[in-house]
């Protein structure tokens, strides 16, 4: 089978997204992210969400799921797998070349890998997840999956809503549209370690003289909780700690530069995994635009 996708990955700060858009220009393509957070809105300068990299040239590279959800909401990998699929469907009617690029190394593992998500059974583990929302969050949920409530004794307790919306989930999970088999040219972007930590280090720096604190103190100003926060991460979560005086703006650099640190190491612990199963990824060193586009140009065309 020829490829039918191409794949941009790397740790954070290589410059993945730039190189995608640059390369989706080239090659008359679209782009599907592979964020975590970047799908969310109002989520932009701790995701790092700069949409000017998808201007090439005057014109913005068509782009899918980003800032399509609300933070109060959760973004899971079912959902990101169903949204992959609609949005891939949208980019071969429109006849582009799909482009995937992120950094969730769970995420794009999904796709490569062919999870089956549909076939997914709900465990304890999801439960458990939901067991930790409050009543109304739940319920809102419910609502939003069935708008047409058969079974409104559904809604009388939360143990009965988080059975039905554990049902409903799993009847939603099981409708994915437009599933194919997907064969990926991956290109992994890297860069020395040191270099990473340096960009990491003065990224953060730019970010936090940018307005990053004042966009977490909106986001809670929009009714986002702490709780939540701490859910969304890295830097929603050290920013929240800040603004509730658990830690001074030194220790909340400090730990949060850290965190970072050890969350692109672990990106690069997913990528060796990947290639451990199997998964062939052609190295470039750093957004190498030349060298990505020879091995495009060669191995996708």
């Not at 090439?56 to 909401?73: A, M, R, S, W």
Request: no cysteine; hydrophobic share 35%; aromatic share 12%.
């Amino acid at each position: 089978m020829q490829y039918n996708l191409i794949t941009i990955l790397g740790p954070t700060a290589v410059g993945k997204t730039r190189l995608a858009a640059l390369l989706a220009h080239k090659f008359d393509g679209e782009i599907i992210s592979a964020d975590s957070r970047q799908v969310y809105r109002g989520m932009d300068i701790g995701t790092g969400k700069d949409l000017k990299d998808y201007e090439v040239e005057g014109k913005i590279i068509p782009y899918h799921l980003i800032d399509v959800y609300d933070p109060q909401h959760e973004y899971n990998l079912f959902y990101f797998y169903k949204m992959f699929f609609s949005a891939y469907h949208k980019i071969e009617l429109n006849k582009k070349a799909p482009f995937l690029a992120g950094g969730t190394g769970l995420f794009i593992h999904s796709i490569l890998k062919d999870y089956g998500l549909g076939e997914v059974e709900f465990n304890k583990h999801r439960y458990d997840e939901l067991n930790e929302m409050d009543y109304d969050e739940l319920a809102y949920r419910l609502v939003e999956l069935q708008p047409k409530q058969h079974n409104t004794t559904d809604l009388v307790t939360k143990e009965r809503v988080i059975r039905a919306l554990m049902i409903a989930e799993e009847k939603d999970s099981k409708t994915i549209e437009y599933k194919k088999e997907i064969k990926s040219l991956v290109i992994g972007v890297a860069l020395p370690r040191e270099i990473v930590r340096k960009r990491i280090t003065l990224r953060l720096k730019e970010r936090l003289q940018n307005g990053m604190i004042e966009e977490v103190e909106r986001l809670i100003a929009e009714g986002v909780t702490f709780e939540r926060l701490e859910q969304l991460g890295l830097e929603y979560k050290f920013v929240a700690k800040y603004l509730q005086n658990q830690l001074s703006k030194e220790e909340m650099f400090e730990r949060l530069n850290t965190a970072i640190h050890q969350f692109a190491k672990r990106q690069m612990t997913w990528y060796r995994k990947m290639e451990r199963e199997g998964i062939e990824i052609n190295w470039i060193e750093g957004p190498d635009y030349k060298q990505a586009e020879k091995l495009i140009r060669e191995k996708y065309f």
